[in-house]
C-alpha cells in the first residue's frame, strides 16, 4: 500500500474521530462526523493567511498546516464569536482571485 501525505496529514484528527465513533451510539454519530468535519475546517481555516489561499498552491498551503492534536473548546463562544466576525472585504476580494480564474479557464472567458 503506497502511503502519500493526503492518508497522512490528519491522521491523529481520523484516530480521535474513531476513538469518538467507538465510544459513541451509532444514532448518533452523523452529528458527531457532522461536528468533526467542522472542527477540522476550523483548524485549517484558522491556520491559514487569506493570502496564501489566494496566492499560492493549494497543495503548498495544505502541506504545513498541523494535524489536530485536540478537540476545540465545545461551548457556544466560540461559535458566537464566528458569528460576529465581519470579514475585510479587501481580504474576501483576495481570496475570490484563484476562484475567478479557475472559473475563466474552464468557462472559456
Known amino acids: 500500500m503506497i502511503i502519500n501525505p ?3 496529514q490528519f ?7 474513531c476513538a ?5 451510539d ?6 458527531l462526523i457532522a461536528r468533526r468535519a467542522y472542527d477540522l475546517v476550523w483548524h485549517v481555516l484558522s491556520r491559514v493567511e487569506p493570502d496564501a489561499l ?3 498552491p493549494l497543495a503548498n498551503v495544505m502541506c504545513v498546516v498541523p494535524d489536530v ?5 465545545e461551548g ?4 458566537n464569536a464566528w458569528l460576529s466576525t465581519q470579514p475585510d472585504p479587501a481580504d474576501v476580494a483576495r481570496a475570490l482571485v484563484p ?3 479557475r472559473t475563466a479557464i474552464h468557462s472559456g472567458d
Open 76 to 79: 457556544e463562544a466560540r461559535f
Open 54 to 56: 489566494a496566492y499560492q
Open 6 to 8: 493526503r492518508d497522512m
Open 99 to 101: 476562484w475567478r480564474r
Open 20 to 24: 469518538d465513533l467507538i465510544r459513541a
Open 26 to 31: 451509532p444514532s448518533y454519530w452523523q452529528q
Open 11 to 17: 491522521a491523529h484528527f481520523a484516530r480521535m474521530l
Open 69 to 73: 492534536d485536540a478537540w476545540p473548546d
